[in-house]
Structures are given as structure tokens and as C-alpha cells.
């Protein structure tokens, strides 16, 4: 067994150091408290000098500084206050656990005596030890803390998160609230500080899926490239006709005054290109179904690491768009309106980007592209799978092998996977769903991968792993 290798994950170095300035702060200004309470107070001591009245001159006393005081830890409170989040990783393998740390730091001589802040999470995260607060319909919940600040003071707690759910995941916006010791008056503010966190789609072997451990899409037969790689030359021959001028070995033809042509040393190439059909399925609660899709990507995933530890050269289509926050343009009403052709070009731009269309490569890039485009992946039905194939079955490589991914059998699939078989591909259906498919086609290998109860039982198996066996993938 050896271990799914990634170029080397970039840690979150860059922590997000926001004053309270830069924020957006609800409500309006603070215009301080009620005068009235201030005249208040000075007329219980005007009164109570002149006739000797302590207690109205004690109790206009305390009515000033009580005011003075709510003005001051309400006016100043959130100046100069600086929130960081920062996360231990910016991209992690699916049931990895990774470190987050939230600090505030006081940067000025007033103390607060409480600081509440609500930092965004998503809800599909785990925080070991915390309970987390949110509406029933958000996938997002509330990381509350509760601090308490002397002057320049600086206070960082640390939680961990277990990653057990594919995707980008956005940390942020953050709420800041804070007011004076007494609680008669509170002022909060908004951080538009998100972070995005990466998490890698599952990869298992493939004989958890019930598929064969050896060639599971076929022999491979005569499907095999022989190709000539001019890097290598292992030698000469006698020139032939219609050797190309590249191709002549000019040293060896002065040597022996006759041409002479190189022999390269061939290749051997195997593709597998990869067809994921996301489909939409009415879910009573969240609109989508969303186990049997992961189950799909989870097995496009292993596919992948297991294709490319075998040597093939692998490719990933599919028909739906990847997510891509951190890239979004934003546009006002106003901009919408005067700039509607630049802003539909871009749109479309970004849509181009989105696209899953990553061509069969065998190269070292090839494994960290296609699982982060995975763990991009949308449960958004774009266009039919039927219309990807028929775009792509023209630039498929010669003899390359088939895989479908899908939880919907149709007419038009089976008879478009019928004429890519006719052009000399090897083609298998993966099949995902609660029930085995309902059809056979000659020709065509189908396996049923499991439905609902397949995914959740591979994601209670390896969402506890530990962080050493969550790096090492096994390779069959």
C-alpha cells in the first residue's frame, strides 16, 4: 500500500489582523448618553450644597461619574480593538483534524469588562468541546467567546476542527460587541473578514466500492498508445521513405554517407477519462440530495488516485461548476445597470473558469488538480451529462478507457456510451443510488457502488482517523 502524495499544503500563514475601523458598524453613531441625566446630577448638587444636603450632593455625585463612565467605555470600547482568526491549514485531506485560534488584542489604556464575538462557521465543521448556535435553515452557525480585556492585553483561545465534509468552507464575517460595565448600553460591529478552507474530497480503495482489485474497467488490451518519444533516441536505421527531416540522424549520415533515421524509444500510454453526472434530487430539507453525490465524488476521487498509481493518464468532466468564492466579482445595482455588457462578459468569463473540463494528463500536477476541483465540485445541476460526452467523445484519446459516474440512467446516455464504445473505448457505468440499475447494455460493464447508506458508512469509517492515517491513501 502507498500513500496519495500532494505538492506540499500551503499553511495560513497570513493572519487576519482587523482594527474595529475598518468594519462596518450597526446602528447609528453614538451620540452619548441623555444630557438630561447630566443636568440631572448637577442640580441634585446645587440643590444639596446651599442647604446642607449631603445625600443629594452625594447621590448628583454618583449620577455624573455613573454617566461619565457609560460614555466613556461606550464611546471608546471598540477602538482600537484588533480581532485575528487564523487557521492552521488552508487545505486538508477529508477526516483531518486542523487548528483554529481567535485572539483580541486591547490596544489602549481603557479596560473592557466584557467582549462578546460571534464568529461565522459552517456548520458541516465539527469544534471539538463547543456547542454551536445557528437557525435551523443556515448552514452556517455562531463560535460565541466571551472575553474580558485589561489595557493592552492581548487574549488568544485555540479550538480544533474536525474536517468531515468536502468543499470550500467560509469562516467569517465576524461580530464584535462590547458596551460599559454597567450593560445600560452595548455597541456591536461587523468584520468582513472570511477565510476559506479547502477540504479534500474522500479516497478510498476501491474495493470498498465491491470493484475487482485488478483492471476493474477491462483488460488492457489493444487500447494501449505506442507512441515514440524523441527525447530517446536508442539508436539508427536506414533511412525510409516518408521519414520526416527531424527524424535524420545527420552525424550517423556523414559517418556512413548514406541517411540514416533515429529510432526512438516507445512509450506506452493508458487513459482513462472520467464522465461525473451531478444530478438534483429533491431533498424535504435542504433542496438537494446530497449523500448519494458525495458518494459519486468520493469515487470519482478514487478512481483518480488509484488510475494514476496504475500509470494511466486521467481526465475529469463534468456538468457542473466548481465553487470558486474567493474569485467572485461583486457588482452594485448601479454598475449592473451602466456596465451591462462588461458585466456579462465577465460573468461569462467566470463561468468559463468554473467549468470541469481537465483533459487526460498523466503528469505529477494532474492528481492535485482533479481533487481540487473535487472538493469544488457544486451539487448544481448545469447541463445534461449526455450533451458533455457528445461534446468530448470527438477529443477523447485513441483507445482510452470510460468511466460514468452517475445516480440516473437515461436512453440517451446508454446510446451515446454505445457509439463511444463503437469509436474503440472501453466503457464502464459506476452506478450509485439505493436500488442496483434497472438496465444491462452489451459491452458495457456496470457496477452498483451502493446508495445513502454506503456514504454515511464510509464517512463514520474514516472521518475518525487520525491525522498520519489521513495523509497515507492506499493504493491497490
Not at 451531478?278 to 446530497?290: K, M, N, S
Not at 445595482?333 to 455588457?341: D, F, G
Request: contains cysteine; neutral net charge.
Amino acid at each position: 500500500m502507498r500513500r496519495l502524495h500532494y505538492p506540499e499544503r500551503e499553511h495560513q500563514e497570513n493572519m487576519l489582523d482587523t482594527k474595529s475601523s475598518e468594519g462596518v458598524e450597526s446602528g447609528q453613531d453614538y451620540t452619548g448618553v441623555n444630557k438630561r441625566w447630566y443636568y440631572l446630577g448637577l442640580l441634585l448638587i446645587a440643590i444639596g450644597i446651599p442647604f446642607h444636603q449631603a445625600l443629594f450632593v452625594v447621590i448628583g455625585i454618583v449620577a455624573l461619574l455613573v454617566c461619565s463612565l457609560i460614555d466613556t467605555w461606550a464611546r471608546y470600547c471598540l477602538t482600537d480593538l484588533r480581532y485575528q482568526r487564523r487557521l492552521g491549514e488552508q487545505r486538508v485531506f477529508f477526516g483531518e483534524e486542523i487548528a483554529l485560534s481567535v485572539s483580541i488584542e486591547n490596544a489602549k489604556l481603557l479596560p473592557l469588562p466584557w467582549l462578546e464575538i460571534e464568529d461565522t462557521v459552517p456548520r458541516v465543521l465539527t469544534i471539538k468541546g463547543q456547542e454551536l448556535r445557528g437557525g435551523l435553515l443556515s448552514n452556517t452557525v455562531a463560535l460565541e467567546c466571551l472575553f474580558s480585556p485589561r489595557w493592552y492585553e492581548r487574549v488568544t483561545r485555540r479550538y480544533t476542527v474536525q474536517c468531515h465534509a468536502r468543499g470550500v468552507h467560509t469562516f467569517g464575517p465576524t461580530k464584535l460587541r462590547s458596551g460599559d460595565i454597567f450593560g445600560f448600553i452595548s455597541r456591536e460591529i461587523l468584520l468582513s473578514n472570511r477565510q476559506y478552507l479547502l477540504v479534500y474530497p474522500l479516497v478510498i480503495p476501491l474495493t470498498r466500492f465491491g470493484l475487482p482489485a485488478r483492471h476493474p474497467f477491462g483488460e488492457q488490451r489493444a487500447p494501449r498508445r505506442l507512441l515514440e518519444d524523441p527525447s530517446r533516441v536508442i539508436g539508427v536505421r536506414d533511412y525510409a521513405y516518408g521519414d520526416s527531416l527531424r527524424r535524420i540522424h545527420w552525424k550517423a549520415t556523414a559517418r556512413t554517407l548514406q541517411l540514416q533515421s533515429k529510432i526512438y524509444e516507445a512509450t506506452t500510454t493508458h487513459a482513462l477519462v472520467i464522465f461525473l453526472n451531478v444530478t438534483a434530487r429533491l431533498d424535504t430539507h435542504y433542496g438537494i440530495h446530497p449523500e448519494l453525490q458525495e458518494l459519486a465524488i468520493c469515487a470519482a476521487a478514487s478512481v483518480t488516485n488509484w488510475a494514476l498509481d496504475q500509470g494511466y493518464a486521467v481526465g475529469l468532466y463534468a456538468n457542473t461548476i466548481m465553487f470558486m468564492p474567493d474569485e467572485m466579482p461583486s457588482f452594485s445595482h448601479e454598475q449592473a445597470l451602466t456596465e451591462q455588457p462588461n458585466l456579462e462578459g465577465t460573468v461569462a468569463a467566470q463561468l468559463e473558469r468554473r467549468r470541469i473540463r481537465l483533459p487526460a494528463s498523466s503528469n505529477g500536477e494532474q492528481r492535485q488538480r482533479i481533487m481540487e476541483v473535487l472538493a469544488r465540485t457544486q451539487t448544481y445541476f448545469g447541463t445534461n451529462i449526455e450533451d458533455i460526452i457528445q461534446t468530448e467523445r470527438s477529443h477523447l484519446p485513441a483507445g482510452s478507457t470510460v468511466v460514468v459516474i452517475t445516480s440516473t440512467m437515461s436512453e440517451a446516455l446508454l446510446d451515446i456510451l454505445a457509439r463511444v464504445r463503437r469509436g474503440g473505448h472501453a466503457v464502464s457505468i459506476l452506478f450509485t443510488g439505493d436500488t442496483p440499475p434497472p438496465v444491462r447494455l452489451a459491452g458495457i460493464t456496470i457496477y452498483h457502488l451502493g446508495g445513502e447508506e454506503t456514504w454515511k458508512d464510509l464517512e463514520a469509517a474514516y472521518s475518525g482517523r487520525s491525522e498520519e492515517t489521513a495523509k497515507g491513501i492506499f493504493r491497490l
